[in-house]
């Protein structure tokens, strides 16, 4: 007896569509491998109303006062804390993580960082009006960018979401969002919860393929276009909004250097980078993926990497001593495995190294060593529960392979010699560098990395300001 799936919709100018088309796909539950929901594939017809639906909101929007638009934000807050299990039963189905985990590790930062962009929002600072020409008064003002085409990710749909609209809507813009295929419940539930506090057609919600995200980045209206993804994906929506000159803000993929000089306390590092590369199935820019470890504390840091991973569990949603669940979808379990299978002879697996039951798309904790700097897995971002380990023999040669990847996201360094950490700290070419810890974000410091880890900034006064444009007003004091 087949099971009826439910229909999720899109959300466009204050009411909840089906696509113009009828098309649908099926969305999967990544714990189980079973469809549990459809939700509409849209296409040029969606992505023309919901920019439309934007276009119109905009000047309204943009007309409210900072004080109207943080009362707006700081009851979507509330909203979010109120119908916080409902988020949580949503996210959940969609990824398959922990329930006990997304309940802790997800609400509240998220309530969080609504919270402060809604403070953000009376904040704004800028140069002081002055006469920098004789009879001449110069002021600079700041100003939302207009309509936001945003693409967030299926790694953590509900506050990738929240990092997306909430500095945009802040800043006084106005919002078409698209979650990925693979994850659109919560994302669809937040358009509910936040459609119920704002004007009709300031946020809206489609779902869709790469396709649709393709339209919504190519469409006339969008002044920005912002995504959370792959480099691919992310070079791809640079390259359309060229064609425009739209502005671009792009998070993209990551290779995290976690350095652990010979003064660190072994036992707590390992326990903190395990937490650090394993939480969320590794599915994380920033996690603590890639080790470099000094030559003298190599072998034992790696023995004890390995058995806290034979120690850390995966399994279903409601088991509470799991610290992770699924990977997101088939493909995403083909590529970690792959990564495996392809390993080079000089490569040992310490632990882990399979697929876990077969219900699911689960994969063990995963200890890789004996790796070269120029090895696949060292320079590729595998984007699953695997962590690898180096080692090296001085600062200069950690340095020299910490940087020597495409990616630069974040990083950690490891001792209590406080000088090396903050000669590291200047010298890791990464836009976050944690010291004896890894991967803690906080709504006031700003995230975000360089090279093909993409540019601009989420969370963070310069995330919001990511989200308004400058304009020079020149007056004349002769009247």
């Not at 010298?427 to 540019?455: Q, R």
């Given at each position: ?218 469409h006339e209206t969008p002044a920005m276009a912002s995504i959370t993804g792959s480099v691919r994906a992310g070079m791809s929506v640079a390259e359309s909004a060229s064609k425009d000159l739209k502005r671009v803000h792009l998070e993209l993929g990551g290779k995290a250097p976690v350095v652990v000089f010979e003064d660190t306390d072994i036992d707590k590092a390992v326990g903190d980078i395990a937490m650090a590369g394993y939480f969320n199935a590794g599915q994380d820019c920033t996690a603590a993926t890639r080790v470099l470890v000094h030559e003298s504390i190599h072998d034992a840091f790696v023995s004890a990497l390995a058995k806290a991973a034979e120690d850390t569990k995966t399994g279903q949603p409601d088991d509470e001593d799991v610290l992770y669940g699924p990977l997101n979808n088939p493909n995403q379990l ?146």
């Open positions: 007896m087949s099971t009826e799936l439910r229909r999720l919709r899109n959300y466009i100018d204050g009411e909840f569509r089906d696509a113009a088309d009828g098309r649908t796909t099926e969305v999967v539950n990544p714990a189980t491998g079973e469809a549990y929901a459809t939700a509409p594939l849209s296409g040029q017809a969606d992505v023309d109303a919901a920019m439309a639906a934007a276009a119109a909101a905009f000047p309204a929007w943009r007309d409210t006062t900072p004080a109207e638009r943080q009362k707006a934000l700081l009851k979507i807050a509330d909203a979010f804390e109120e119908r916080a299990e409902e988020l949580i039963a949503a996210e959940v189905e969609n990824t398959g993580k922990p329930i006990g985990l997304t309940r802790s590790e997800e609400i509240p930062p998220m309530v969080d960082q609504i919270r402060f962009f809604a403070g953000a929002a009376r904040m704004l600072e800028g140069r002081s009006a002055g006469e920098y020409m004789e009879g001449l008064t110069s002021i600079v003002r700041r100003e939302p960018i207009g309509v936001c085409a945003q693409v967030a990710p299926w790694n953590y749909p509900m506050m990738m979401a929240v990092w997306k609209f909430a500095p945009a809507l802040a800043a006084g813009n106005t919002v078409v969002l698209k979650p990925s295929d693979t994850t659109p419940a919560s994302t669809v539930l937040i358009a509910d919860i936040v459609g119920s506090v704002l004007p009709k057609g300031v946020f809206n919600v489609i779902c869709g393929d790469r396709d649709t995200g393709r339209l919504m980045v190519e083909k590529q970690v495995a792959g990564f495996i299978e392809r390993l080079p002879a000089h490569a040992k697996v310490e632990a882990g190294g399979h697929q876990v039951g077969d219900k699911g798309y689960f994969y063990a904790p995963t200890v890789v060593s004996g790796l070269k700097q120029d090895d696949e897995i060292i320079q590729k971002e595998v984007f699953g529960p695997v962590i690898t380990v180096q080692s090296f023999t001085d600062e200069d040669q950690a340095v020299e392979w910490a940087n020597g990847v495409e990616y630069a996201l974040a990083s950690s360094v490891w001792t209590k010699d406080h000088s090396r950490a903050m000669r590291m700290s200047k010298k890791l070419d990464f836009g976050c560098v944690w010291i004896n810890t890894h991967i803690p974000l906080v709504a006031e410091m700003p995230h975000g990395g360089f090279k093909k880890s993409g540019y601009g900034k989420d969370l963070s006064a310069y995330g919001f300001e990511d989200y308004t444009r400058i304009k020079h007003v020149m007056t004349s004091l002769d009247g």
